[in-house]
């Protein structure tokens, strides 16, 4: 792991929960003394205590990891507020409904921001019977290249993953997508709202 949980953060989520450092210690079966020393840097958890840690102080372990509490707003989840997250590592792609802590590779990963597409990123959407043919005319190298093109709609999201040397392109249904997205290895995510053009770029 990159980072791992501090005595500092253990320290504040336990306090903004008005927990006693033995109230703490008994819930996940150490010693007060053993928190004491977490909390002033004298010791760390062990990882089998995390999982544990977490759930005492009413989080996910990558919460804990990155030392704060995330709270879903989202909660009839609706899919326009799809978030996606671009591991640097290794290049896996997560997407989420709301907000999320998300890590990969043991890095905390913050959600792509989506920019309006520029010439270089275009989004090219062709409408071809119940479909849209999505293009990017990108350059697919190795070191540059589109690494996914998505579609989403009140209902759903669709989602193709893209490597290096292929096509920057992609069928989607058209059944209600509202936006289409196109991810750049270099230049990060960016949005073509289909209500506002009819699918036309």
């Not at 703490?24 to 999982?51: F, H, M, N, Y």
């Not at 978030?83 to 989420?96: A, K």
């Not at 010439?119 to 849209?132: F, P």
């Amino acid at each position: 792991m990159d980072s791992y949980v501090t005595g500092a953060v253990i320290r504040r989520l336990r306090e903004e929960r008005n927990m006693t450092q033995e109230e703490l210690a008994q819930k996940i079966c150490v010693s007060g003394k053993a928190v004491s020393k977490w909390e002033t840097g004298r010791g760390l958890p062990d990882v089998s205590l995390l999982e544990p840690l977490a759930a005492a102080l009413g989080i996910s372990v990558a919460e804990l990891f990155s030392g704060e509490t995330v709270r879903n707003r989202n909660r009839s989840a609706n899919m326009l507020k799809s978030r996606f997250y671009l591991c640097p590592v290794c290049g896996n792609v997560i997407r989420t409904i709301g907000e999320a802590a998300v890590s990969c590779c043991g890095i905390a990963l913050p959600p792509l921001e989506a920019e309006e597409a520029d010439a270089e990123h275009a989004i090219q959407a062709e409408t071809a019977e119940d479909e849209y043919y999505v293009r990017v005319a990108h350059p697919m190298t190795k070191e540059h290249y589109i690494t996914f093109l998505a579609a989403v709609s009140d209902q759903g999201m669709q989602f193709v993953k893209l490597y290096p040397e292929g096509g920057a392109e992609a069928y989607f249904r058209r059944s209600r997508v509202r936006a289409l997205y196109a991810c750049c290895s270099r230049h990060g995510l960016f949005r073509l709202d289909v209500r506002k053009t009819g699918g036309k770029a």
